[in-house]
């Protein structure tokens, strides 16, 4: 029977009393990169070995767990995505990497039977060169802080009594039975935090507008619209810790006075939209949510709602439209959500990393969370690593952190194609995703955070962060980056609509060899104006990996506009057409193909194309059979 909510205490020690029972823990990793890579049959191999070497086996803590037995559970992410599907095994500190299940017997019988360690499943350190056993020996884990996400990867995100067994809802009931509104928001705004969704406007100030505004509905709303490429942050803590997400909001809603909220969630993020359903169901059952919140008389329902995925949805204005059924269209501002917001009542919009830390707040007070990163940055940012670099994942840093440290560090460095360490490799970070900039590296001992990174050009945004080698293309980079932003543009406003796609065009002249000057002159030109003159935020930050190229690689723009040459071999179009006299068989396909008898040789002899009268049509490179031609294609 699900017991009342006014024990929390209670619940916790019974989870406890229970979980003591178990000998030893299975933990897999159960993050959407995991789960694609065959997370739940690994779980499930876990669930029949363990029974068939005779061992108890559990899938939950209760009251029927038997004493000895071992707990095979799932988990939220914990970050360390390529190397997955994870699992760890506790207490002996273990983490087994890329785990299939036919390995998992190995593990049963080495590590569950015999306590010994299967060496071949152990992440291998990619400098040192050296197996680590766990997390503790990883520097990938060493160099975090993980507050945020130091549930995830360990807790069941789907066992609500597990959330309250480590001080869950603790912080949501001394806000609804202790504390009073203004408190709380003093609280917050002494604490100094940021929005973590990449404008960066100081939370406690936002809730105490919402607070002293007259009406008496309000409304809370997470945003969990994360729509920028390469960028998984919030995805990984609604999956992970939907439970402290909640709490967060339970949290907001107190200290504005909001009787309702919703959670935003991208329809493209099921699990996480699954989890977050099942933790409001969980929580509304234990009477943690509902009409009568820790027996307070207080009422807060919530919601999850899924988005169609319109990257312009994470703007607050939009966001709240596509809530009221409208198509998701920015609105100008003022008023502000916090004057009047979903159907015209104040509401506050909170992000999912930045309710995912209220709770933290409250339970070590504003003074502590402070000795965290800078002074006008407080805290932790949790970012996604992608790119050249040996790890990627989900990582979690206190601000003030370097990039250095970042890509060096806990990426474990730059990466060439063929996947080896490049001491000298680092060209640039994109950081912000296609809202951001790019940095280079002068910036590599930047200490991060929401003022610095405004000052060279870059932002946080929402915890997008893809390093670079020196065989990216940077112009290319920004077409990328551009393309998103153009296909995504709501088309509200001019600039924006009509600016990106301009922009786009003046891009592929420079990367397919048809610009002169007066196309960078026209480029740099038009991104200020999208910059200066777009609606909302996400127009007006449109420009940024464009105008930060220009300033940081401009002599790569010039390369392909004056010399029609990408100086990274990327861009096809600007491509010497040559003929790899190792791969060709001088079979005279391609001689005879060519239309414009760019092409000789003799049979069975290499054969050479004259790129004076190559005229890329790509017939030569279709006609080949051996991938021996490059740069014929325009």
Not at 10 to 17: D, G, N, P
Not at 568 to 597: F, H, M, N, S, Y
Request: with cysteine.
């Amino acid at each position: 029977m699900t017991p009342p909510v006014t024990t929390l205490e209670e619940t916790a020690a019974a989870y406890k009393q229970a979980s003591e029972k178990a000998a030893r823990r299975v933990v897999i990793c159960g993050g959407t990169g995991c789960i694609a890579n065959g997370a739940l049959d690994v779980f499930e191999a876990f669930v029949e070995q363990v029974a068939t070497a005779g061992l108890k086996v559990a899938v939950e803590f209760n009251e029927h767990t038997d004493r000895g037995s071992v707990l095979v559970s799932m988990s939220g992410c914990q970050g360390f995505c390529q190397m997955g599907p994870l699992v760890t095994v506790e207490p002996d500190g273990v983490l087994y990497t890329r785990v299939r299940p036919e390995d998992v017997a190995e593990i049963v019988e080495a590590t569950l039977v015999r306590g010994e360690v299967v060496d071949r499943l152990l992440y291998v350190d990619p400098v040192a060169h050296t197996p680590c056993k766990g997390t503790a020996q990883i520097p990938f884990y060493q160099r975090q802080t993980r507050t945020v996400l130091a549930g995830c990867g360990i807790m069941d995100p789907e066992d609500i009594r597990e959330y309250i067994a480590n001080d869950g809802y603790v912080a949501a009931r001394r806000a609804f039975t202790e504390l009073k509104p203004e408190t709380i928001c003093e609280e917050i705004t002494l604490s100094g935090i940021r929005g973590r969704g990449g404008g960066g406007f100081p939370t406690g100030r936002k809730w105490e507008l919402t607070r002293i505004q007259p009406e008496s509905k309000k409304y809370v709303i997470c945003n969990g619209d994360e729509g920028d490429p390469g960028a998984f942050m919030d995805r990984s803590v609604m999956e992970g810790a939907p439970h402290r997400v909640i709490e967060g909001m339970m949290i907001a809603a107190r200290a504005i006075g909001a009787d309702e909220g919703y959670v935003y969630v991208r329809a493209e993020y099921p699990l996480a939209v699954a989890r977050m359903k099942k933790a409001v169901e969980d929580a509304r059952a234990m009477g943690i949510l509902g009409d009568n919140v820790f027996g307070t008389g207080l009422k807060l329902e919530l919601h999850v709602m899924e988005g169609a995925g319109a990257f312009v949805c994470g703007e607050e204005t939009a966001l709240i439209a596509s809530i009221e059924g409208h198509r998701g269209m920015p609105s100008p501002k003022p008023p502000f959500p916090a004057q009047s917001g979903l159907w015209g009542k104040p509401t506050v919009i909170n992000n999912v990393e930045t309710l995912a830390t209220i709770p933290l707040i409250l339970n070590m007070g504003a003074a502590e969370f402070r000795r965290r990163g800078t002074e006008k940055s407080p805290g932790t940012k949790t970012f996604a690593l992608t790119g050249h670099v040996a790890n990627t994942g989900l990582i979690e840093v206190p601000f003030g952190t370097t990039l250095r440290e970042i890509i060096f560090d806990i990426g474990g460095g730059i990466t060439r194609k063929d996947g080896s360490i490049d001491p000298e490799g680092f060209k640039a970070v994109q950081i912000g995703g296609p809202s951001g900039g790019c940095l280079t590296e002068e910036h590599l001992d930047l200490p991060l955070d929401f003022d610095s990174l405004r000052g060279v050009g870059a932002m946080v945004g929402s915890g997008g962060l893809v390093a670079m080698n020196r065989n990216t293309c940077m112009v290319a980079m920004a077409r990328f980056f551009m393309q998103f932003t153009q296909n995504e543009s709501c088309g509200k406003c001019v600039l924006c609509r009509e600016g990106t796609k301009q922009m786009l065009a003046l891009l592929d002249d420079i990367v397919e060899g048809r610009a002169d000057q007066g196309t960078l002159d026209i480029l740099e030109k038009l991104a200020v104006a999208v910059q200066k003159g777009s609606l909302c935020g996400l127009g007006k930050t449109a420009p940024n990996p464009v105008l930060s190229t220009l300033r940081h690689f401009r002599a790569e723009y010039e390369a392909h506009v004056f010399q029609k040459r990408c100086p990274a071999g990327k861009c096809k179009a600007l491509l010497t057409p040559e003929i790899d006299a190792q791969l060709c068989k001088g079979c005279g396909l391609c001689l005879r193909t060519c239309p414009v008898g760019a092409i000789s040789g003799e049979r069975k002899q290499p054969h050479v194309i004259d790129p004076a009268k190559c005229i890329k049509c790509g017939a030569c490179v279709a006609a080949c059979k051996f991938n021996a031609i490059s740069g014929a294609i325009s």
